[in-house]
C-alpha cells in the first residue's frame, strides 16, 4: 500500500460559498475521494488549522507521499513542520506532489532555492497541457495533450532549478506557456510540481487532472532502497 496525506490549508472553502460550492468537502477532500477510489492508495487528510496542521510525528512518519495545497496562508505553516516536512522528504525519500498556488509554498521554496515566482492572470481561458515525455510514467493513460476549458494562466519564466524530468508544457488562449509538470529528486524523495488547480474554478473534479496526481502518487512513492548511514564508521576489511 502507498500511504498518502492529502494536505490543504482550508480557507477558501470555509470563508467563499463560490469555493465552498465547488469543493464542499475541500480541495483535499476531492483528490481524497479520487484516491480512495485507487487500488493500493491508502488515504488521509490533514489540515492547516488542526493542531501542528494534521502533520504530527506519527502522521509523517506513516506518510509515503504528501500532497501539498496552499494559496492564502503560506506564511502560517510553521517552519518546524516544514523542516520536519524537509527532513522527511530527503532523507526518507517521502514523495511531494505540489499543486497549483503551492508554487509558493515554504517547502516548495525550501526544496528549490529559488524565488519559484511566475507570471498569472485571471480570465478563465482556456489551457491545452501537452505531454512532451510520453514514456514518463506520470503520463500513463494520457492522449497527446488534455484541455481545461476555464483555468487561471501561469506563464513563464517560472523560476525554478532546471527540473530533472519535465512532463507537461501548458499553452494558454492569452500567448503564454508553463512548464507544468516538473520531476525534481532532492535527497532520497521525489517532488512533482503540477500546475492545474485554482480555488474557483472545479479544476480537481477533472479526470485527467486526477488521473495525473494518481499516476504522480505511485511514481513519487519511496523505493525500498537502503538506508544510509552518516559519520564516522568501522572499516570493513582489515586495515
Ligand atoms: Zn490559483
Known amino acids: 500500500?502507498?500511504?498518502?496525506?492529502?494536505w490543504n490549508e482550508f480557507r477558501h472553502e470555509r470563508i467563499d460559498p463560490k469555493v465552498a460550492n465547488i469543493y464542499?468537502?475541500?480541495?483535499?477532500?476531492?483528490?481524497?475521494q479520487y484516491l480512495r477510489g485507487l487500488p493500493e492508495i491508502e488515504v488521509r487528510t490533514a489540515t492547516l488549522d488542526e493542531p501542528e496542521h494534521g502533520l504530527r510525528d506519527d502522521v509523517l512518519n506513516n506518510t509515503d507521499v504528501l500532497i501539498w495545497w496552499?494559496?492564502?496562508?503560506?506564511?502560517?505553516?510553521?517552519?518546524?513542520?516544514?523542516?520536519?516536512?524537509?527532513?522527511?522528504?530527503?532523507?526518507?525519500?517521502?514523495?511531494?506532489?505540489?499543486?497549483?498556488?503551492?508554487?509558493?509554498?515554504?517547502?516548495?521554496?525550501?526544496?528549490?532555492?529559488?524565488?519559484?515566482?511566475?507570471?498569472?492572470?485571471?480570465?478563465?481561458?482556456?489551457?491545452?497541457?501537452?505531454?512532451?515525455?510520453?514514456?514518463?510514467?506520470?503520463a500513463e493513460g494520457l492522449g497527446e495533450y488534455f484541455e481545461l476549458e476555464h483555468t487561471e494562466m501561469y506563464g513563464e519564466p517560472f523560476d525554478i532549478?532546471?527540473?530533472?524530468?519535465?512532463?507537461?508544457?501548458?499553452?494558454?488562449?492569452?500567448?503564454?506557456?508553463?512548464?507544468?509538470?516538473?520531476?525534481?529528486?532532492?535527497?532520497?524523495?521525489?517532488?512533482?510540481?503540477f500546475r492545474p488547480g485554482h480555488e474557483?474554478?472545479?479544476?480537481?473534479?477533472?479526470?485527467?487532472?486526477?488521473?495525473?496526481?494518481?499516476?504522480?502518487?505511485?511514481w513519487a512513492a519511496p523505493s525500498k532502497g537502503p538506508k544510509p548511514t552518516f559519520g564516522n564508521v568501522r572499516p570493513l576489511e582489515n586495515l
Open 200 to 218: 474557483t474554478l472545479p479544476i480537481y473534479h477533472d479526470s485527467n487532472v486526477l488521473k495525473v496526481i494518481g499516476n504522480a502518487v505511485r
Open 70 to 138: 496552499g494559496h492564502m496562508a503560506h506564511r502560517e505553516v510553521s517552519d518546524e513542520i516544514v523542516e520536519k516536512v524537509h527532513r522527511r522528504i530527503v532523507l526518507d525519500g517521502m514523495g511531494l506532489i505540489v499543486l497549483h498556488s503551492g508554487h509558493f509554498s515554504k517547502i516548495f521554496k525550501l526544496l528549490m532555492g529559488t524565488t519559484c515566482n511566475l507570471k498569472w492572470r485571471e480570465a478563465g481561458e482556456k489551457e491545452r497541457i501537452w505531454v512532451i515525455n510520453p514514456g514518463h510514467p506520470i
Open 1 to 6: 500500500m502507498i500511504r498518502v496525506t492529502v
Open 24 to 32: 464542499p468537502d475541500g480541495i483535499h477532500g476531492a483528490i481524497a
Open 161 to 193: 532549478p532546471q527540473p530533472d524530468e519535465l512532463v507537461f508544457v501548458s499553452w494558454f488562449k492569452g500567448g503564454e506557456v508553463f512548464r507544468s509538470g516538473c520531476c525534481f529528486i532532492r535527497g532520497r524523495g521525489r517532488v512533482f510540481y
